[in-house]
């Protein structure tokens, strides 16, 4: 016996699905109406009839209910499937050069298009919300903003400050390589730290640094290349903060101050602050 269900009510008796639904072979059934089979006489007795109805009234009822369930699951499936993260997905949102990698538990995005030989302007890159990492640039980001540091705690000569960065990054942490380094740039990649189990080049975290002499500042950012979503979550799982701590790791061993700080007994020229 077919059935066919359209527009049905989530919970509905089986009475009343019965008196609801049309059956494409054998007869009607409806509420007033007596079941009468098409291939076959309709002069049959009163309780044959009767016997008949019931029958079918639960041959119909049976099929509607297996319709409902079955129709429940799948849309049950659909909207599971609509909430499964997929790479369209806002996990890439302000970041560049990025693959992702999707599952129904997470999303893993890799971007490597961020260092500052892509920006058109020389600066460095902000950290996208979606990132974990540092900059100097996240000026309108407070919680991926870190002030530039000042090395005239250390000497007023921006040659000795810029070797001596140059040093103490290179000693920062086991695994630590520095990838490049002019007479004012620095770029440097240290192993992720956290979410751990990242390997090879996507569990990696880029280090840059800039020297602004006319400042006697070095900009700066921290950055995993990685961001690792575990649905439903639709903010990174944390890098604990190691981004930050490598930099200020560093920037202890050097003895420098922060953008703001008071700098006092320091001779800058003739002048002594």
């Given amino acids: 016996v077919a059935v066919r269900v359209a527009m049905m009510p989530p919970i509905i008796s089986t009475r009343r699905l019965a008196a609801l639904f049309v059956i494409g072979v054998g007869g009607i059934v409806d509420r007033s109406v007596a079941f009468v089979p098409l291939s076959r006489s309709p002069a049959r007795t009163t309780t044959t009839l009767n016997a008949s109805r019931r029958d079918v009234l639960t041959i119909a009822s049976a099929s509607i209910l297996s319709s409902v369930l079955t129709d429940a699951a799948f849309a049950s499936d659909v909207t599971a499937n609509q909430n499964v993260p997929t790479q369209s997905a806002a996990t890439s949102a302000g970041r560049r050069g990025c693959k992702t990698d999707t599952n129904p538990s997470r999303t893993v995005v890799t971007c490597y298009g961020e260092l500052r030989k892509y920006n058109g302007d020389g600066r460095l890159s902000k950290i996208s919300a979606t990132a974990n990492g540092v900059s100097t640039s996240s000026v309108k980001n407070p919680s991926r903003f870190s002030p530039p540091w000042n090395y005239l705690t250390e000497t007023s000569d921006a040659n000795v400050a810029w070797k001596s960065l140059v040093s103490a990054v290179n000693t920062a942490e086991p695994g630590v390589s520095i990838v490049e380094v ?92």
Wanted: charged share 20%; net charge negative; hydrophobic share 35%.
């Fill in 182 to 273: 002019t007479d004012s740039y620095l770029h440097a990649t240290a192993s992720t730290q956290s979410p751990p189990g990242l390997t090879g080049p996507a569990g990696l975290d880029d280090l840059e640094f800039i020297l602004k002499p006319e400042e006697n500042l070095v900009l700066y950012r921290s950055a995993s290349r990685t961001s690792v979503f575990v649905y439903p979550l639709t903010q990174p799982v944390s890098d604990q903060n190691t981004n930050l701590k490598r930099l200020n790791k560093i920037r202890d061993k050097l003895g420098w101050g922060l953008l703001g700080d008071e700098i006092v007994g320091v001779t800058v020229g003739s002048q002594r602050l």
